[in-house]
């Protein structure tokens, strides 16, 4: 093996080496952000069911209240205003929950479609690797064959530096008569003598 085939293989090799391990490293990294998504997403559920319990633990401490105020006023509980009023409270906490559900959803499934979507960021990128490395290899393998043979895919030869010289060559010549010119004279006004064949 010659010194430049060596040199071609050693640096294929190093770059289909580079190629993979730049293609596993995105995909961990890749990885590595969509568990970090999914954790925050869990969190965020927590974060959403401790919100849901204070909320109601307020509303039942309210209605307590209420119904203490009102028995304190000698309200009856059945009374037209009373009533309005505590409908009005508990459809405020209704509300509200509802609306903490929704959107704890919405960012649940906006999170967890990110995070599969870096996923597959991730498995892309070792895909990429992988059809990199092949390139190069396959790259290295027609630069060692033709440094080898002295051949390339047109056929022809290479200098020693590897550069393809081409195959054909076209002789632009043209084909001899087997006449001799002769010199042609005319008038002595025109400065220029013509050749011709005979």
């Not at 997403?41 to 209605?63: C, F, K």
């Not at 203490?68 to 205003?81: I, L, N």
């Not at 001899?176 to 050749?195: A, C, E, I, Q, V």
Request: hydrophobic share 35%; no cysteine; proline share 2%.
């Amino acid at each position: 093996m010659s010194f430049v085939t060596a040199a071609i293989v050693i640096g294929t090799g190093l770059s289909a080496y580079s190629s993979i391990q730049s293609g596993k490293a995105a995909k961990k990294e890749a990885q590595f952000n969509a568990a970090q998504m999914e954790r925050d997403m869990e969190l965020g559920r927590i974060e959403a069911t401790q919100n849901a319990t204070a909320m109601a633990q307020d509303y039942a401490m309210s209605v307590s209240a209420n119904d203490a105020f009102f028995a304190f006023t000698g309200r009856d509980v059945s009374d037209r205003s009373v009533r309005a009023f505590m409908e009005r409270q508990e459809e405020i906490y209704s509300t509200d929950i509802s609306r903490l559900a929704s959107d704890t959803n919405m960012r649940a499934q906006s999170v967890a479609a990110m995070a599969g979507a870096e996923r597959q960021r991730g498995r892309n990128a070792l895909t990429a690797g992988y059809l990199g490395a092949a390139q190069s290899i396959a790259g290295g393998i027609y630069q060692a064959g033709t440094i080898k043979t002295g051949v390339d895919v047109s056929g022809g030869p290479t200098t020693k530096s590897g550069m393809t010289q081409p195959k054909y060559t076209q002789n632009r010549a043209l084909p001899s008569t087997g006449r001799t010119p002769r010199t042609l004279t005319g008038n002595r006004s025109y400065s220029g003598n013509y050749k011709g064949y005979l």
